[in-house]
Each structure stands twice: as structure tokens, then as C-alpha cells.
């Protein structure tokens, strides 16, 4: 299994930056901030916000955390287009995000760009029967929560997407779906793609033979695309901590080994570097185990920071432009951008296997 060449270098992701409001100016300021600090990223994440997505018609005047987005075009929204308009398209490539990817490389000297999608297109999936993406043949599909899940997340079963449904890619076109996507995005000069909500394909098996065959056809042309057009086996799993996406993938490199990183929740740190660490006991077998972006300018930077550097991980993160605490970048990254990387995962040692720093009291090594 090849491993992306990201590992290796420091790196910026737009999430925490913009959410979905980043932009192609966003993008530029973030990584000529970071760069005037001497923390020079070699790669960008551009997360979600660049895509083409939509509502559902009679969703236009539901309050806005009610809203579902599906994904319209396979293409970049206006924010990523050159001069762009809302709501048109540009036939132009050059126009396009390609613009957006020559910038990041010629004037800022990146590496690899690598935008997000979710394993279903976009969060609520593929719109049905809108133009230009009927061949793929989208059906709104509901999903259905196990009681176990219930037992511990009750809110999904209110979950707007649970009551709205989701536009889902008939199987036999998704690899068709992901390789017109990739080609795209591959022609235009992007290097890989963080793939996220792979967890909601468990819900939605219900008369496509069940959740694993569903699971099974959907990473098999997965891996399939990002084969074919990313050479660099540009991918990044994330929310796919179900046995069945982690069983099934058998091209992606990288896993994210935890939830998020939310920098509004203080008591969520703690438990942020010990799931990560404790899981790649297990996944750090067979994957290489991604402890997510951080903020470098925050009360646990320094935690987050010292995680990474003996994590063997890709170390980037999602400050803010001009938000920066560079002393404590410049301990992680070299003047070139690179990393000090070590060459296998961060686990904890073998006598603190059973402690639970959450709760115990008791540290881990």
C-alpha cells in the first residue's frame, strides 16, 4: 500500500479556518499567512464549501439547521470559480478551481491539494434527477439507525438527515460517479481527497443486499478511482471507524483515528489524544492513523502539537490567517516545509494499555 507523500510535510486545512464559507481568496490567505511566518505548508486541504450543492425545493424556508444540501454539479461552486457568478458553471477549466491549484503551487510552492467530499457526494447526497447528473441515477433513501446506536446517540433518530433522507448513487454507477469526479478534479491539477461520512452507508443497505455489500461496492470503486487518478494514492478516510469501511478499504493509506478536533469544546482534548492514541493500536497495523488538524494558537496547542510530533502522522493545521503562534510551529516544522516525522504510529506502551487518562487519573506513556 503506497502512502501519500503528505506524511512528510506540513500542511493546511480550511475547515476550522472558514467552514463551509472558505473561498478561493480564503485559500490564498491562508497559506501566504503561514508562509510570511517561516511555516511554509506543502500541502492544502481544501475542506467542504467548494462544491455545488442545493436544497431540496420545499426545504427553501426551514430554519437554517434543518437544511439538507445535496451535491448539484461535480464541479466547483462559484467561490472557486475565476471571476465566478452564483449558481453558473464555467466551461472554462483554467476557470475553474485549476486556477485555484496553480496558485497554491506556482506562487506559494505547495506540493499537493486536496479538496473534500463525502463518500455519498455531499452530506445529503446527490440530488435526484438534476441536470446533468441523472446518469448517475440517485435515489432518496432514509436511514435506518440500529438500536445500539440509538442507545447512545437518541438524537439520530430526529436527525434531520434520518427524516429528510439522502440522495444515494445507485451502486452500479458509483464508480462512474467517483471516476468522472476525480478525473475532473485530477485534469485540473488536485492531488487527492479527504472522504468523509463513510459511516452512513451502515443506515442505507436496506434492499441493496445489506449494509456490507453496500459497503463493499461503494469502496470498491472508491479505491478503484483514486487508483486510477490520483498516482500518489491521494486519500484521506475520515469518519470510518465502522469494522465495515476499515474491512473494506483496501487502497486508502490513511485513517483519521478520532472524532474531530473542536476547538470551542475544552473537555474534548483529553479525550481527542487518547482515542487517537489508543486506537492506533489497532488501526496502526494496517493504516497509517491521522490525528486530524489542530490550532496552533490555542490553550491545548501545545498538547495537540506534542501529540503529533511523536504520532508518525501527517501534522497540519487549521488556523485562522494571521492566527498563528509560529514559535510553536517552527519546533515542528523546517524552514522547507517538511516534517521530522517518526516512522511508526504513536501507541501508548504496553504497561498503560488498560489505564484511562479520562478518567483515572492515571497518565499514559
Known sequence: MQMPGIVDWFGWCTW???YTAVSAEGVEQGLKSLSEGGTPPRFVIIDD??????????????????????????????????DGKEGE???????????????AKEKHHLKYVYVWHAITGYWGGVKPGVSGMEHYDSKMKY??????VLNHEPGMQTDN????????VNPKKVFQFYNELHSYLAAAGIDGVKVDVQCILETLGAGLGGRVALTT????ALDASVASNFPDNGCIACMSHNTDALYCSR???????????????????????ASVAYNSVFLGEFMQPDWDMFHSLHPAAEYHAAARAIGG????????????????????????????????????????????????????R
Open 16 to 18: 476550522d479556518a472558514f
Open 49 to 82: 464549501g467548494w462544491q455545488s450543492v442545493g436544497m431540496d425545493q420545499r426545504q427553501e424556508d426551514a430554519p437554517e439547521k434543518e437544511l439538507i444540501r445535496r451535491l448539484t454539479h461535480i464541479k466547483e461552486n462559484h467561490k472557486f470559480q475565476k
Open 89 to 103: 458553471q464555467q466551461e472554462d477549466p483554467a476557470l475553474g478551481i485549476q486556477h485555484v491549484v496553480r496558485m
Open 143 to 148: 436511514p435506518v439507525i440500529s438500536p445500539g
Open 161 to 168: 438527515l434520518t427524516t429528510e433522507g439522502l440522495g444515494l
Open 217 to 220: 461496492q461503494y469502496h470498491k
Open 251 to 273: 487502497q486508502t493509506a490513511i485513517v483519521r483515528a478520532s472524532d474531530d478536533f473542536f476547538p470551542r469544546e475544552p473537555v474534548s482534548h483529553t479525550i481527542h489524544i
Open 313 to 364: 502522522c501527517p501534522i497540519y493545521v487549521s488556523d485562522k490567517p494571521g492566527h498563528h503562534n509560529f514559535e510553536l510551529l517552527r519546533k515542528l516544522v523546517l524552514p522547507d516545509g517538511s516534517i521530522l516525522r517518526p516512522r511508526l504510529p504513536g501507541r501508548p506502551t504496553s504497561d498503560c494499555l488498560f489505564n484511562d487518562p479520562n478518567r483515572d487519573g492515571k497518565r499514559y
